[in-house]
């Protein structure tokens, strides 16, 4: 997926953010909150199951321990969106995910994840704990309702 979008600042749409979740919770079957190499296999069933996980840890497992958060999910996707990529490529990345297709190395992300392990203060660390206060904030609204 090429990207000739210009930078833009603002986060994931609401739109966006749903049908990234929605794609998590597809691959995370057991409901546990994180997707492990088993689940990403299985979700991409004989389509290159290994290679596409390998290349979906590699790039998400931001902290390498095997399984990717929701927080890490998300922050990803945050990622890919401030490293300058349309929402309309970011839908169609999504939806071909959504029907098991290969993932797609976004190269602007692993640019910026390199960047990110020379800085002193890590803005990957920081995404993944912004969305992790976002999903409890949205989780107390919901509560609350």
Avoid: H
């Amino acid at each position: 997926m090429g990207c000739g979008a210009s930078k833009q600042s603002q986060g994931l749409s609401p739109q966006l953010r749903s049908k990234a979740l929605e794609i998590f919770k597809r691959i995370d079957v057991n409901n546990s909150g994180s997707i492990d190499k088993d689940e990403t296999q299985k979700f991409w069933k004989t389509n290159f199951a290994k290679v596409n996980t390998q290349a979906l840890f590699n790039a998400v497992d931001f902290d390498k321990s095997g399984q990717i958060t929701e927080d890490e999910w998300m922050a990803f996707w945050e990622i890919v969106k401030k490293s300058g990529y349309s929402d309309k490529e970011i839908f169609e990345e999504l939806d071909n995910l959504m029907e098991g297709k290969a993932w797609v190395q976004f190269r602007k992300v692993d640019e910026f994840v390199k960047r990110d392990q020379m800085r002193k203060k890590s803005q990957v660390k920081q995404i993944v704990e912004d969305n992790s206060k976002r999903k409890s904030i949205l989780q107390q609204e919901q509560q609350n309702n």
